[in-house]
């Protein structure tokens, strides 16, 4: 799901972020990032300490935000329709390579957006987990 080119192309950094609802504040450069990473897939490369963990809440947030608005869409088209199928909730997976990092992540995450959270390292046993415990464990969260 890329960015309608319209919300990028004459719209501030103001606009963009009008619903931005955190005590952190974006760099020119982490906005320039988010708005790349909108309309491409991305990677971002950083120094440590420059703000990659930023940028990926606000779009986190950001295709929440989207996703949100096209679930109510639906749902109103389906109370004017004979035919009810059913919405397919989004899950965004982020990943990091140690067990820091990952419970670091989430924190930062669930501090900064309105997204259910759940973290997950190897001294959990997910190798032990079946279908029944995964499928649970994605149900009820929307950031992995």
């Not at 955190?22 to 990677?43: G, T």
């Not at 749902?75 to 909730?89: A, G, K, T, Y």
């Amino acid at each position: 799901m890329l960015a309608d080119p319209q919300l990028l192309g004459e719209n501030s950094n103001a606009d963009l972020l009008e619903e931005w609802h955190s005590s952190i504040q974006p760099r020119d450069y982490q906005l320039a990032l988010f708005k790349e990473a909108l309309q491409d897939n991305s990677v971002v490369m950083l120094e440590t300490g420059t703000g990659k963990t930023l940028v990926s809440v606000m779009l986190i947030q950001w295709f929440a935000r989207r996703a949100d608005s096209i679930e109510e869409h639906m749902r109103v088209l389906s109370l004017n329709s004979d035919q009810s199928q059913p919405i397919r909730r989004k899950t965004r997976v982020f990943l990091n390579n140690t067990v820091a990092l990952v419970y670091q992540q989430a924190r930062v995450i669930s501090e900064n957006t309105n997204q259910k959270v759940h973290a997950f390292v190897g001294a959990m046993g997910l190798n032990d987990w079946d279908d029944q415990v995964w499928s649970k464990q994605w149900g009820c969260a929307s950031v992995l």
